[in-house]
């Protein structure tokens, strides 16, 4: 059974293995990574590590939602 997260719940800055593990958008881990690579995509690289805004991730979401 698939967990259900509160959005707000959710921390300030999320990690792809967050994204990933608590089905925010429901694609594998590579996925996750992919999309960090992504110029639109609203992700912040610091060393190896890649950190999403929240706020950047939901606005990325209904910008997505709304275009198709």
């Known amino acids: 059974m698939n967990q259900i997260i509160n959005w707000d719940d959710l921390p300030i800055n999320l990690l792809p293995d967050d ?11 590579q996925g996750v990574y992919n999309l960090c690579h ?8 610091i060393g190896k ?18 275009s198709r």
Do not use: Y
């Open 38 to 45: 992504r110029p639109d995509f609203p992700s912040i690289r």
């Open 19 to 29: 994204i990933w593990r608590n089905k925010i958008i429901p694609i594998g881990k």
């Open 49 to 66: 590590k890649f950190i999403i805004p929240k706020e950047g991730l939901k606005n990325w979401l209904e910008k997505e939602a709304a």
